[in-house]
């Protein structure tokens, strides 16, 4: 039961979306531009992948699981293989930029002050560009704040993982914008 009444029964987020909306546009704006915007060299996927990781970081079981499973939507991924990646990305098969960009984002949940000089150079050298080291600090650091806003007012989640993994389409499909937080439903 979360710590307030939020005056529906929707899940993680969604629920305290429903509850604010004049906070609720800002806060899917920004999650539209950092995760959807197509002028970015880094995928969906990819940018997805930052923000599971930094939410399994912070232990948000609701935000890791959706982003996860958007995250494995767009890299064709399934759950056993986002976990691997989310446990030791290190010892996975995915790019070594993207190995790197997640060890950047790291330091960022760790908090600010401990992305080093040393962290960010190993990023440049296995190819990533200054914007895609900017977006996965900005991406890291929005996911601490959406995982503590989640988790801070203690909202439920779904236990069941593949319930994350059905709705991942179509929430691939439509955005952050588009949320119908009026309905209180689970689209």
Not at 12 to 36: C, D, F, V
């Amino acid at each position: 039961m979360a710590h307030i009444n939020l005056e529906n029964d929707l899940p993680g987020i969604r629920g305290l979306m429903a509850y604010s909306p004049q906070t609720a546009k800002p806060l899917n704006e920004l999650a539209e531009i950092m995760l959807r915007d197509d002028n970015n060299t880094l995928t969906r996927g990819e940018r997805e992948l930052i923000g599971t990781y930094v939410s399994y970081l912070n232990d948000c079981f609701f935000c890791q699981n959706v982003h996860g499973s958007l995250a494995g939507h767009y890299l064709g991924c399934d759950i056993p293989e986002i976990d691997a990646i989310k446990k030791e990305p290190s010892l996975t098969n995915i790019p070594d930029k993207l190995k790197a960009l997640l060890a950047v984002a790291a330091k960022v949940q760790e908090g600010g002050r401990h992305v080093t000089a040393d962290v960010i150079e190993n990023a440049k050298d296995a190819g990533a560009t200054d914007k895609e080291i900017h977006d996965t600090v900005l991406i890291a650091a929005a996911f601490c704040m959406y995982n503590r806003y989640v988790d801070g007012l203690a909202t439920w989640s779904p236990k069941d993982r593949q319930f994350y993994v059905e709705r991942a389409p179509k929430r691939a499909e439509e955005g952050y914008i588009d949320f119908d937080l009026y309905n209180n439903t689970i689209s």
